[in-house]
């Protein structure tokens, strides 16, 4: 065990600092003892609105319902766009990395207004109203910040599509969306290979009636098959477009995007978030977080496909004013100095990236770190998944020279923006927790009851109170977002994870208590990878856990019991690693297959997963009781043919 030291915060970071310890306390006190006042107060700094709001906040955790800034209006890229123009219109709102380390491009605020407007003008002329749902599935190009902001621009609904997800994927999401419109790319590139976007949208949209428009861009130029009239080239669509397109009035509750994330149960659920709400919470968060000035150059490594590269690549950047960089590629391509390069070639002042790339990068060794300076950086930043205290040691020491404040941000698709984060010139660093509250979220450790634990003690992390960019419904099935967030515990917005408080009120996040797995910082439920086995003909029944993963975090351990007929092999097993990549995406292959003759089942067929989970994780000693079981002699046979992980 890796001893945790603590790191206060660098006097020459204080002392500029937006936010030190003192305002931190009194922000964060009035945000949780008048949250009406200090949220107002907030709106009207970060945002302009074409009409207030009459009442600040409505909610009613018992039904999921939470609205924000009601009756307000305002629409999102005069906020992320048109405001900036009068004094910066030249800036660089957008610096685009391309995989190939010879392409960039800056992209000034007023082209970028330019940019989006011709789109927005594009999808108005394809019937594009307000309301209507616009599926992008794009690479990280700048279109795809072009294609979110159109639809903003014109009250649109964005759902975006990790471009790594598969056909079939990406065919389910189309649907419960109902979107008619996709936007894609021919092609992506990373890491040199090409990704078969359009090919992919083909197949999709083949099973997908409802789809009257395909708008492609143009970015390798690869020749890909038509689909005929519902085709149309992003350059045709928009170069005769006119660079002016007056912003749809929006009410602040009116939806934004759809974004899908798994659950332990069923589909993935597009979680939809709102206008007003969900802006202030990436600009806020992304302001004092980031401790963002003015002409810093700020890079978060996500991909537009997440959350991530929602909050903190497009709108709470552009809502700023700040420079975004985009990269298109991959951390270790051409090799593991890439991001180091990065640094250095557009001056990066912050980096914002996630444990499992920085785990990957530390094993290529620091050689990898002589080649550049990273004397611009100034802060660095992690989401998505726990950060080991050694990854967090060599992040802090290596690539930031023992300089830069690290923060650890513990959010989720459903909080919209950051909730658990250190503040820069605020709070001491503990390598691995996320540290103290944001402004406005109110966290409580529960016991199983529901009742609320206080001091230092381990629960399950839930949220008290609204917050402004806080999950609104799940698309097309609010009971279910009822059911969710709102059920287990009355009252409070469930999380799915655990977590620690410590002596001092930092917050250790500790994992899921659920069946979702968090595999290089992706968020996967087993039940998903299981129906993509059982979905196979020699699969009678499989069951999927999560094991402790070097550089993933999590790996993806499956149990599989085969159709009577069907003979275990080698080859076998990586047909259906494949299968699962083919059927979800190459984020969900398994890592690990065993052949099981029999599951561990309680008398009433239930999986008992903990055994799995212990099996899988080579914990035999703490296996626990087995007797319940149906069968307790299946464990002695997974036992014996356990994968030892390498
Ligand atoms: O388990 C937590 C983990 O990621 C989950 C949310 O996943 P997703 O909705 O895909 O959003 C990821 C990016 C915000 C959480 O329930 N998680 C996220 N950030 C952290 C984390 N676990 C530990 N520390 C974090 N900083």
Known sequence: MHEISTHPVPEDFKANALVNDELYQQMYRASIEQPEQFWAEQANKFLDWRKPWTKVVEQDFHQGQVAWFVDGKINVTENCIDRHLADRANDTAIIWEGDNPNESQNISYQQLHDKVCQLANGLKQRGVNKGDRVCIYMPMIPEAAYAMLACARIGAVHSVVFGGFSPDALKDRIENADCQVVITADEGLRGGKAVPLKANVNIAVAQCPNVHTVITVERTGADIASNGDIDISYNALCETQSRRCDAEEMDSEDPLFILYTSGSTGKPKGVLHTTGG??????????????????????????????????????????????????????????????WQVIDKHQVNIFYTAPTALRALMAQGDQYLTTSSRQSLRLLGTVGEPINPEAWEWYHQEVGQSRCPIVDTWWQTETGSVLITPLPGANSLKPGSATRPFFGANPVLLDPDGNELEGAVSGNLAFKGAWPSQIRSVYGDHQRCIDTYYTTYPGYYTTGDGARRDEDGYYWITGRVDDVLNVSGHRMGTAEIESALVLQDAVAEAAVVGYPHDVKGQGIYCYVTLMTGYEWSEELMQQLRSDVAKEIGAIARPDIIQFAPGLPKTRSGKIMRRILRKIAADELDTLGDTSTLADPTVVDDLIDNRVIPK
């Open 278 to 339: 969900y802006l202030l919470g990436a600009a806020i968060s992304h302001k004092y977080i980031f401790d963002y000035n003015p002409g810093e150059i700020y890079w978060c490594t996500a991909d537009v496909g997440w959350i991530t590269g929602h909050s903190y690549i497009v709108y709470g950047p552009l809502a700023n004013g700040a420079t975004t960089l985009m990269f298109e590629g991959v951390p270790t391509y051409p090799d593991a100095s890439r991001c």
